[in-house]
């Protein structure tokens, strides 16, 4: 079960580029965190997978709020008035962060398919890698939080976009996957429980 629920190394090495290529895009600005959460989950994702691919798809989900917002708000208005290191960078981060999100859509879709048409396993247990990977994104709500409360308080911060998408966005997407994981962890725990009570019952 564990060997079905680990990436292609195609799709892991997709999400390492994507987070290198990100990191080298935004690397004058504070936002090196989510990068690197791309990068480690593709490289952690073979020995926690159930870590790893939350670690993938809460990097790439918050990097879509990042680079969306300076694409839209910072390079493609003004390519030419932008240095061109930024542009290249920013450019290529882009392109790969949607060629990562579509295969990861597809893996997901894949796996959701396999689910339905096996028969229903025991959840395997949940290992130390998920609960650090929980308290990091737990960390990371209160890192957005802040971001969004030195929006409110300083609007006019030099590196960010003037409009408060960048620090609402990344706060509401980190909220989202916070809560989805918070919810599988506990299903999965519910259903540890669950499945030894039963097999406690049939043993007696």
């Known amino acids: 079960m564990e060997q079905i629920d680990i990436f292609s190394g195609r ?65 493609f208005p003004h390519p030419l008035s932008q240095p061109l290191l930024m542009t290249l960078t920013f450019s290529v981060a882009t392109v790969l962060l949607i060629w990562c999100s579509a295969e990861l859509s597809a893996d997901g879709l894949t796996r959701l398919q396999a689910r339905r048409s096996s028969t229903r396993a025991q959840p395997s247990e949940v290992g130390w890698g998920a609960w650090i990977v929980a308290a990091v994104l737990n960390f990371l709500v209160v890192w957005s939080g802040y971001g969004v409360i030195s929006w409110h308080r300083h609007p006019d911060t030099p590196g960010i976009p003037d409009n408060g998408f960048y620090s609402f966005g990344t706060l509401l997407v980190t909220t989202l996957i916070v809560i989805a994981f918070d919810i599988s962890l506990a299903r999965t725990v519910i259903a540890l429980k669950h499945a030894k009570k039963q097999s406690s019952r049939i043993s007696t």
């Open 11 to 75: 799709l892991r090495w997709l999400a390492i580029a994507t987070g290198v290529a990100s990191a080298l895009a935004l690397f004058p600005i504070l936002a090196l965190l989510y990068p690197v959460l791309l990068i480690a989950g593709g490289i952690v994702q073979p020995r926690f997978p159930r870590a790893g691919r939350w670690l993938v798809w809460g990097g790439a989900a918050e990097l879509w709020v990042i680079l969306i917002t300076y694409d839209a708000f910072v390079i």
